[in-house]
């Protein structure tokens, strides 16, 4: 069993940054890919960016020039640094954490057996 405890987000401008956190209990966190989604308002939920348990980062197209993940296994903890943001990245973003070993299989929400409690990102124009 694993729960996820995410920190930061807020209001910001465009072109501001913005570090969002997730801090995991439980056993084994190393053995977890630990990924991000967010979901706008009347949208499906979106991936950003994933860690896979192997070390590997993957991201998608629209977030890899602005986005990192990064991850400390001795504090269970994984972190997306967002610079650059633009106001379409207004969303509630969401951490997971999944027994996922494939770029491909990380992209898909269905993947994660564990989620956080969402933390609100608005970025304004």
């Known amino acids: 069993q694993v729960q996820l405890v995410q920190s930061g987000g807020g209001l910001v401008q465009a072109g501001d940054s913005l570090r969002l956190s997730c801090i995991a209990s439980?056993?084994?966190?190393?053995?977890?890919?630990t990924t991000w989604f967010r979901q706008a308002p009347g949208k499906d939920p979106q991936f950003v960016a994933a860690?896979?348990?192997?070390?590997?980062?993957h991201y998608a197209d629209s977030e890899k020039d602005r986005f990192t993940i990064s991850r400390d296994n001795t504090k269970n903890t994984v972190t997306l640094q967002m610079d650059s943001l633009k106001p379409e990245d207004t969303a509630i973003y969401y951490c997971?954490?999944?027994?996922?070993?494939?770029?491909?299989?990380?992209?898909?929400?269905?993947?994660?057996?564990?989620w956080g409690q969402g933390s609100q990102v608005t970025v304004s124009a």
């Open positions: 860690r896979l348990s192997s070390g590997n980062s």
């Open positions: 439980g056993r084994a966190f190393s053995s977890y890919t």
């Open positions: 997971a954490a999944g027994r996922v070993n494939r770029f491909a299989d990380s992209e898909r929400p269905t993947s994660y057996n564990y």
